[in-house]
Nanobody, 124 residues
Framework: QVQLVESGGGLVQAGGSLRLSCAASGNIIIINTIGWYRQAPGKQRELVATITSSRSTNYVDSVRGRFTISRDNAKNTVYLQMSRLKPEDTAVYYC??????????????????WGQGTQVTVSS
């Protein structure tokens, strides 16, 4: 089992910055990738950024150049530094841990572990 705890959300004005943290505990050796998702009211959950165990990163186009995902293995923590925030970034942000699953011959990553979420509100 893996436990994830997010922190760092809050209220910020447009153009401001926030840093979210995702602290992992438990059987963390099984984690391949950590992703940050967000869900705004009335919208589908969106994968915002990912970082693999080898520190490869990826971002959704809407945040590329403004958000930076990083990890501190010594602290078992993944961060999401958010800059130049916009009102449309307002959402509940969740971190999730992906592990390897198999189904027959198929091998895939599955986001099986989730944090409780942290609210980010950007005022205009």
């Amino acid at each position: 089992q893996v436990q994830l705890v997010e922190s760092g959300g809050g209220l910020v004005q447009a153009g401001g910055s926030l840093r979210l943290s995702c602290a992992a505990s438990g059987n963390i050796i099984i984690i391949n990738t950590i992703g940050w998702y967000r869900q705004a009211p009335g919208k589908q959950r969106e994968l915002v950024a990912t970082i693999t165990s080898s520190r490869s990163t990826n971002y959704v186009d809407s945040v590329r150049g403004r958000f930076t995902i990083s990890r501190d293995n010594a602290k078992n923590t993944v961060y999401l530094q958010m800059s130049r925030l916009k009102p449309e970034d307002t959402a509940v942000y969740y971190c999730a841990a992906a592990v390897t699953r198999t189904q027959g011959m198929r091998v895939y990553e599955s986001y099986d572990y989730w944090g409780q979420g942290t609210q980010v509100t950007v005022s205009s």
